[in-house]
Antibody, heavy 120, light 110 residues
Framework: QVQLVQSGAEVKRPGASVKVSCKAS????????VHWVRQAPGQGLEWMGW????????NYAQKFQGRVTMTRDTSVSTAYMDLGRLTSDDTAVYYC?????????????WGQGTLVTVSS | QSALTQPASVSGSPGQSITISCTGT?????????VSWYQQHPGKAPKLMIF???NRPSGVSNRFSGSKSGNTASLTISGLQAEDEADYYC??????????FGTGTKVTVL
């Protein structure tokens, strides 16, 4: 069965970076895009970007340009999201999701979420 | 890119039908058929309910349907049930080759 398993919760200081992993299983990792979405406490969903696991190509929301890097390691079917220069506004649950369908955007399977807390 | 506009809350009685709107512009909702809808229960990951405007993934009840007219997409839930009480978000491709979510709608079953 399809599964996306994310790394555990993180606590970071302001100005630091965080790297969240998303290990895929149950399907061909390189055939489906991986999207990253975050949700601050009590707030809505925010799209951060996607990575094409086959080519490594990426596309980021303008808000995160220059501060986020999405990568993948096809040998272990894992996608990574690295977010730098953290502030308290980055405290959120970060989700990975695979994007299926014609446009590689129908997020039909999601990771369990990773809580990132930014606090001094 | 600003979030797409959704009503903050929608409510209905069991068995009724409700519709949630998602209003954007010709640069997102109105310009592409890449619109999806997600259901999220408290403390849970979102669940895909509709993709590509009106397609339903396998396993999603046919009580859920999607449509689009101009710059507004809509999600209709018919035969409302207690389990439908959740937050709902639309999502659209944009002219910037990125995606944007809606502001979210809390559905309450009276």
């Amino acid at each position: 069965q399809v599964q996306l398993v994310q790394s555990g919760a993180e606590v970071k200081r302001p100005g630091a970076s965080v790297k969240v992993s998303c290990k895929a299983s149950g399907y061909t990792f390189t055939s489906i895009y991986v999207h990253w979405v975050r949700q601050a406490p009590g707030q809505g969903l925010e799209w951060m970007g996607w990575i094409n696991p086959k080519s490594g190509g990426t596309n980021y929301a303008q808000k995160f340009q220059g501060r986020v890097t999405m990568t993948r390691d096809t040998s272990v079917s894992t996608a990574y999201m690295d977010l730098g220069r953290l502030t308290s506004d980055d405290t959120a649950v970060y989700y990975c999701a695979r994007g299926s369908g014609t446009y590689h955007s129908a997020a039909d399977y999601w990771g369990q979420g990773t809580l990132v807390t930014v606090s001094s | 890119q600003s979030a797409l506009t959704q009503p903050a809350s929608v409510s209905g009685s069991p068995g009724q039908s409700i519709t949630i709107s998602c209003t954007g512009t010709s640069s997102d909702v109105g310009g592409y058929n890449d619109v999806s809808w997600y259901q999220q229960h408290p403390g849970k990951a979102p669940k895909l309910m509709i993709f590509e405007v009106s397609n339903r993934p396998s396993g999603v009840s046919n009580r859920f349907s999607g449509s689009k007219s101009g710059n507004t997409a809509s999600l209709t839930i018919s035969g409302l049930q207690a389990e439908d009480e959740a937050d709902y978000y639309c999502n659209s491709y944009t002219a910037s080759s990125t995606y944007v979510f809606g502001t979210g709608t809390k559905v309450t079953v009276l």
